[in-house]
């Protein structure tokens, strides 16, 4: 569990090919390829350590894709991405583009590692779709800078509902850096309507092997740019304070409106990761 004196490394100034990255080690889960030796190294020792963590990141994916389309049926059309990594199969802009084509979108990425802000600007200007999709290089943990980039600003109207997205972010984030407080900063600049979205690793549900592997794997990550944090049930249900809980509530990932036939990574069995992570979203009061 994480400590309230601890906190997250400051925002890299380049790219550090000394220690593996989140970013790029979740990018070499998922199967591509924008990772390095240093992440591949660490990716492979995770993968023995807990033979569940390729599985645990696809679903978590699933999910973000599932909260993007629900957000699109409840007449969300902006979405703001923290943490968002590096690009790779399901993001953002591809489930609007696919769920509701020909709409008024918008969709801002925000991340601090490089690799993943470089990546993320050549495949939108690629695909030919600034207009209505960036990326901004910041962290999280200061959502003012954030809200005053020309990037956030040109494509986000916060007068309207927008669905923030931290998926699998959170654990990254120290106690010391204040959760709770961080999102009640992004809390403040939303329209009513809006959605707040996260994931976090836990243990509390899972077998006693399961958990050991996964503990043991959070003592590993103490060693990269991105030191991570396990939280229970309670500590992550209290950072909805304030805001409506969007149904089924807070439940284990896969058991948040789960599709009935899942297209991305199909063949993933759900039942195996269920245990391991929690998710909720919240819906800002009018």
């Given amino acids: 569990m994480t400590s309230n004196a601890e906190h997250a490394p400051e925002a890299p100034r380049q790219v550090d090919l000394d220690k593996p990255s989140s970013a790029r080690i979740y990018d070499w889960y998922l199967g591509g390829t924008t990772n390095y030796v240093v992440d591949q190294i660490f990716g492979e020792k ?146 009513p309507g809006s959605w707040w979205a996260a994931s976090h690793i836990t243990t509390d549900d899972a077998p006693a092997e399961g958990a050991a592997q996964i503990s043991a794997l959070a003592e590993s990550y103490r060693n990269t740019q991105n030191p991570a944090w396990l939280r229970d049930r309670a500590e992550f249900e209290s950072w909805f304070d304030g805001m409506d809980l969007v149904p089924p509530g807070i439940v284990h990932l896969t058991d948040w409106r789960p599709d009935a036939v899942e297209t991305l990574f199909p063949k993933l069995k759900a039942e195996s990761v269920r245990p391991f992570y929690w998710a909720g979203v919240g819906q800002v009061r009018e």
Avoid at 47 to 64: G, V
Avoid at 148 to 162: C, E, G, M, N, Q
Wanted: aromatic share 6%; charged share 25%; net charge neutral.
């Fill in 46 to 191: 995770a993968d023995r350590q807990f033979p569940l963590i390729k599985p645990l990141a696809m679903s978590n994916r699933q999910w973000l894709g599932r909260v993007v389309r629900a957000a699109l049926d409840a007449g969300i059309r902006q979405f703001l991405d923290l943490g968002s990594g590096v690009p790779t199969v399901g993001n953002v802009h591809e489930i609007v583009r696919e769920h509701a084509p020909g709409e008024e979108a918008r969709v801002v990425y925000v991340d601090y590692e490089p690799v993943a802000v470089a990546h993320s600007e050549i495949i939108l200007d690629r695909q030919g779709i600034t207009k209505w999709a960036g990326v901004v290089r910041a962290d999280l943990r200061d959502p003012e800078d954030i809200f005053a980039s020309p990037v956030t600003r040109k494509l986000i109207d916060f007068s309207k509902p927008v669905c923030v997205l931290m998926v699998s972010v959170l654990h990254f984030v120290g106690g010391g850096d204040d959760v709770p407080g961080i999102v009640a900063r992004y809390r403040r600049k939303l329209a």
